[in-house]
């Protein structure tokens, strides 16, 4: 056998999976988008928008648990990466991927020439707040309990990047009024063991048989059920509300101009 021979094969292996790494180029439909400014297309993308999308952005796309749509556009995202963010989602965030059997290319097409269409308005202007003074009410209130850029407490949710994640009507909801949405691993419980010691705090995990309870000093326990006397489930949140005499509106409207501005990385696939 002579040396090519045994070679040959090897090097047609390696070039193989060098074409398959490289693959083919992205295609990205909405660089040539047929539905744009075609009336009955912009109505079939209002319904598909309704139904996929309006939970979390809100029914005139100006944000809810997710961000205002209306202000992306207006920042200038272009139409690629629209599809691609709505195609792929946001790994690691509430933003879901939608796969192509039950979102096809066309369906998203749509939903983009709909978001063309009213996303060619003017956002209205929002009130922004004094962003500094917003800093100082986050540092004297809620840093205990929230993490941003890697500094605060671990009881609530990390803040590094809510200002891309949520729009302000949700923030301003989260503040007033904690309770109204909790999200899975944040809900209150208290334990009581049998010797009538309770611990309050989030509930990280739970099974038949236990449950893991971040205290609010922020260290982790876990619970045989079978040993303690009781679990008792709470509504409301661990972060206490914010009302008016709490904070005004104008402090509230500085804390909400500070949240917004805090972008923290990009996750979003390109
Ligand atoms: C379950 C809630 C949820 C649903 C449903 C949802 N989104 Fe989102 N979306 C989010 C959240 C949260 C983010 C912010 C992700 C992050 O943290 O960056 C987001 C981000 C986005 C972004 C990126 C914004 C930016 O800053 O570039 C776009 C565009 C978007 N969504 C469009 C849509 C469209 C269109 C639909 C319907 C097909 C949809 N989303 C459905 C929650 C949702
Ligand atoms: C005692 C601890 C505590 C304090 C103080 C606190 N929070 Fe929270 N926060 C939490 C917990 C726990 C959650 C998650 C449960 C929930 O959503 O109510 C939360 C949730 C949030 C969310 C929602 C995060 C998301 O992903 O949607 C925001 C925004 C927020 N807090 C902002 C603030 C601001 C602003 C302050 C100060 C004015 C503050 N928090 C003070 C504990 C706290």
């Not at 040396?3 to 909405?30: F, Y």
């Not at 100006?62 to 995202?77: C, E, H, K, Q, S």
């Not at 000093?217 to 040993?227: D, H, M, P, T, Y």
Request: proline fraction near 7%; hydrophobic fraction near 40%; glycine fraction near 10%.
């Amino acid at each position: 056998m002579t040396r090519t021979m045994l070679w040959s094969p090897l090097v047609l292996m390696i070039t193989g999976s060098l074409l398959l790494a490289q693959g083919p180029p992205e295609k990205n439909p909405a660089a040539n988008n047929p539905h744009l400014g075609n009336p009955q297309s912009i109505r079939s993308g209002m319904a598909l928008y309704r139904i996929r999308c309006a939970d979390c952005h809100g029914l005139d796309a100006g944000g809810y648990r997710g961000p205002d749509l209306i202000a992306v556009m207006a920042a200038g995202t272009t139409d690629e990466r629209l599809f691609q963010t709505i195609r792929k989602g946001v790994p690691g965030t509430d933003m879901p991927a939608a796969n192509e059997t039950d979102a096809p290319d066309d369906d998203l097409l749509m939903i983009v020439a709909y978001l063309r269409k009213i996303g060619s308005v003017a956002p209205t202007e929002k009130p922004v707040g004094n962003v500094d003074n917003g800093g100082r009410l986050f540092a004297a209130q809620c840093a205990s309990c929230h993490r941003v850029a890697g500094r605060g407490g671990r009881i609530g949710p990390d803040l590094t990047r809510i200002g891309a994640a949520r729009s302000r009507a949700a923030l301003i909801r989260e503040i007033r009024t904690p309770s109204e949405f909790i999200p899975p691993s944040y809900e209150t419980v208290t334990v009581v063991t049998k010797d009538g010691q309770r611990i309050r705090g989030a509930k990280k995990n739970e099974d038949v048989f236990s449950i893991q309870v971040m205290d609010v000093r922020e260290r982790i326990q876990g619970f045989v059920k079978a040993n303690l006397q009781d679990v008792i489930y709470e509504k409301d949140s661990l972060m206490p509300a914010f009302g008016p005499a709490r904070l005004s509106d104008g402090d509230l409207n500085d804390l909400v101009g500070y949240l917004s501005s805090l972008r923290g990385a990009d996750l979003s696939v390109r």
